[in-house]
């Protein structure tokens, strides 16, 4: 693949006016009657960017989706308090109200692009996260003006290409999360390009319908038990061995829930829905991620944000952790389970984008990425 076009080559930028598409879609959180930014990872992330181009004198402004306003300008959705947070950690960059406010920018409206870019000399695209979206922010100023990758973008597509092309063996990718519909796609690829593919949360009921268990009222999407099983039948797929659960009905999420964990094994009988893998799912998890040389996770196991479940997405995060393999996480969920545990520190790559870093090893590619090869100017 040709290589991101890099900013190096404008040398000077006294008077010239750079617009960056950052994406600060940061948690927020209401402290003391004011909203603020919960998580400035994203925004600490691009300070050295910003402070590069202000050191060769150019103007920098930036740019941001931030939710899902839906063309609306919706007061609960300003940048407001992400611009606060930039002020304080750099000065001297201007930011831009929400892209999502107008509706030109989902629907990649050419006129809504180019008013953005008017005006200004340079584009840098510093949104990994959000380069897997067509949006007029990502897709129009590239044909416009000189544009560039910027260097987090950059680390981030070098280091999943790196993992695609040439991993070092055992590469073990572990793919959780809750709908088998958003994720069958990459368990695909990746059970073409890995070793083993460990598959667990609500997405793996299906797998295991497939192989002819009962699995209670668990999540199931029966569209893809086909396909589900065409992918046992590959052989590097691991599923849960066993899981642990609830009857019908009873409460479980953040708060918890009064209920014990029922066990049930490889089978879950009827009345019950599976939560978390259980214990030998947990030992083949551990013992698949500690033969790796380059892990890739993407999805937690279980739903453990209630700490009655949180035991197998705890055990795979304590294994990537304690492994010396190349690991690459993706995903806000892994992340977060990542934070929780306090293990962030010893992986080797935290991606920032979840959808984007999943649609990159699905597709080999990304619309903003695409854009900035294709922009025409030298
Ligand atoms: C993210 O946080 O996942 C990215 O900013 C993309 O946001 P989106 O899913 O609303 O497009
Ligand atoms: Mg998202």
Redesign the pocket.
Known sequence: MSELPSFERWGDLHHRRVLVRV?F?CPVSVVDDRVRVADDFRIRATVPLFEDLLSRGAEVVACT?F??PKGQVVAEFSVAPIRERLNELCSGVELLENLRFSPGEESNDRAFGESLIAGFDYYVNE?F??SH?AHASIMVPPKMVPSAAGPNLRREVSMLQSLLDSPARPFVAIVGGAKVSDKLGIVKVLAQKADVVVVGGGMAYTFESSQGRTIGSSLFDPRYLAECARLMDAGNVLIPADSRGLADGQPFGRDGGPDEPVYFGPNIPDGFEGLDIGPEAVASFEQAIASAATILWNGPVGVFEDPRFAMGTEAVARAVAASSAVSVIGG?DSVAALHEFGLEDRVSFVST????SLEFVELGDLPGLVALRESPFP
Do not use: L, M, V, W
């Not at 984008?353 to 984007?356: L, P, R, S, Y």
């Open positions: 994406d879609n989706h939710g899902r949104a996260s959000a979206r806000g984008g979840g959808g984007a």
